[in-house]
């Protein structure tokens, strides 16, 4: 339950103002028809994030516990600097296609995700916590809790979030996860 909840607390809370739910926020401007984009934001966000999981889980095994936990502070603490950083979306790379919603939805967020804070943290995440399962479903439901209200709302939502603060509180929290695994790396 630990690696659900974590996985769903970080995720839900580093997307805040990420690409990808600007992504959603387009999408839901062009298409009007949420379920349909909440459907393939669900669909990418779980073989994007069982990919990362299991590249993470690989080198969950294969690194020491301490090299583990020394690259994974290192990487939270990595995200806790980008996470200050305000994310952009270009317009054309919300996908022009004619196909619908769902597979509009579906391709380009799957790409968006690639490489993104949120994956990354999905694969830290996974290196940690053995149970892959409850990690992709915390962050798949960490990401479809931040980016439900953005679809159903739009931008009309968007423009109230204080999302200055939900950067810094993002970077906040992995900073915290970083240092806590910095002082488990040092207790050895």
Request: proline share 3%; hydrophobic share 55%; charged share 10%.
């Amino acid at each position: 339950m630990q690696a659900f909840l974590i996985s769903l607390s970080t995720v839900a809370v580093a997307e805040m103002g990420d690409r990808t739910q600007l992504l959603s926020l387009m999408l839901a401007a062009r298409f009007r028809r949420p379920w349909p984009i909440l459907a393939g934001v669900l669909c990418a966000t779980i073989a994007n994030h069982a990919i990362a999981g299991l590249i993470g889980q690989r080198l969950g095994h294969t690194l020491t516990p301490r090299i583990l936990d020394a690259a994974v502070a290192i990487s939270l603490i990595a995200m806790a600097l980008w996470a200050l950083k305000p994310d952009t979306l270009d317009e054309t790379s919300a996908g022009a296609t004619r196909s619908g919603a769902f597979l509009a939805t579906l391709v380009t967020f799957f790409i968006a995700e690639i490489g993104d804070k949120t994956q990354l943290a999905t694969a830290a995440l996974a290196a940690v916590y053995s149970n892959l399962l409850a990690v992709v479903a915390g962050t798949t439901t960490g990401m479809l809790l931040a980016n439900a209200p953005v679809v159903f709302f739009g931008k009309a939502f968007s423009t109230r979030l204080p999302l200055k603060s939900i950067r810094y509180l993002a970077s906040a929290l992995f900073l915290a996860l970083g240092v806590y695994f910095l002082v488990h790396t040092a207790r050895g």
